[in-house]
């Protein structure tokens, strides 16, 4: 078997996890550590200060060097090619730090939502989600599931992936060489529930044992980024810390400098004793249907650009419009198969345009196509809960990916 293949190994309980001694110390309180918050808030602004400002600089840099070249008519497409990956790269790079820095930023705690979901896939789905990071830094990556967890159980899915996608980025991030080995295994239950414990375990650089205390803590970072050793703000396990609280859970973490670390997660979910295939089934996105009619909104001219770029390179057919009161006037004369609207609009907001669009389809006896709105504001749930009042089927963050932008006209269109 090839050093890098994923393993994916049903194994009985005691081969999984068989703890000797006591299970480690559980992070549920607040520790006292010897860094002060205005040291860590400090140290956090003169790390996000470098962190931002390094693919910054490659983003514009990289962009005016383009379109000199554009404007002398030296340029060749593979030089063109390989300009547009460094943008792609330091957009997408500071986008992750700004999430980072969002997610952070919410005081008030997000309600659960819980949903049924296949536990199995949703592990599967998790291991192919970091595989390939750990791939190319000739990492091994494994996932051990224990035999008697129960398929599939109800719970927060949401909060429960940014917990397991944070920690396993953090144990490929901090590991050079050796791997990553992610199991899961039942703990208790009863005829209801399922108490599971989440384990993380990496080859990596370890953790001292005098910063152990601190690594939950918010701005902690074991070295400046002005060193480069590793990309990240300081704030991802302070949101694990936090999500795993609010789920009601236990965190808790075992290292040894030079040798590795382990986290542990514990977490209780209602099992569901329904197959129903819409719980079981993972969604297959067809091929794109040319023929669909797209009415998109949105006034800021640099979004309305890039995915007015991302309609045409999937060859549908679409009108665009920069105001609520044109695209109004334009549903009510054609027919459109998906509309597609900014939240924000200059005359009258998106959420206005859906109920009259409603409102109209109503009078007019015509079938509700889906309308999708699109924000950088859709970690506000009054707001969410707003737009589906109005009859939206779905918000969304903007800008569109391409691959989101697929999956949404997916989701809504066939």
Known sequence: MDDNETVETPVKNTTLSNHQGEFPHWLTQKQETNLNKETLQTNFIANISHDIRTPLSGLVGMSESLLQEI??????????????????????????LLNEVLEATIERE?????????????????????????????????????????????????????????????????????????????????????????????????????????????????????????????????QVKKLVHQLGGKVALESH?????????????????????????PVIHKDLNKNLHVLFIEDDLIIKTITEHLLKAKGLQFKSFTNATSAFECFTSETFDLVLTDIGLPDFSGIELTNRMRAWEKQNHRQAIPIVGVSAHTQEAALVAECQIAGMNGVYLKPFTADKLSEVITKFTL
């Open 71 to 96: 404007q002398a008519g030296t340029f060749d497409t593979a030089s063109i090619t390989a300009g547009l990956e460094i943008v792609k790269n330091s957009a997408t790079e500071i986008a992750a």
């Open 110 to 238: 997000n309600p659960a939502q819980h949903s049924k979901f296949d536990l199995l896939l949703f592990l599967k789905k998790l291991k192919h989600l970091e595989y390939a990071s750990a791939y190319s830094k000739g990492l091994f990556f494994e996932l051990l599931i224990d035999e008697r967890l129960p398929q599939f159980i109800e719970g927060d899915k949401k909060k429960c992936h940014r917990i397991l996608l944070n920690l396993l980025g953090n144990a490929i991030k901090f590991t050079k060489k050796g791997g990553v080995t992610f199991s899961a295994h039942l703990v208790a239950q009863t005829q209801e529930a399922a108490t599971i414990e989440f384990k993380i375990v990496d080859t990596g650089i370890g953790i001292p044992e005098d910063m152990q205390e601190l690594v939950f803590d918010e701005f902690f970072r074991l070295s400046p980024s002005y060193k480069g050793d590793y990309k990240g703000l300081g704030l991802g396990l302070t």
């Open 257 to 281: 400098p030079n040798q590795g670390t382990t986290v542990f997660v514990e977490l209780t979910f209602k099992k569901v004793r329904s197959t129903n295939k819409e719980i079981a089934s």
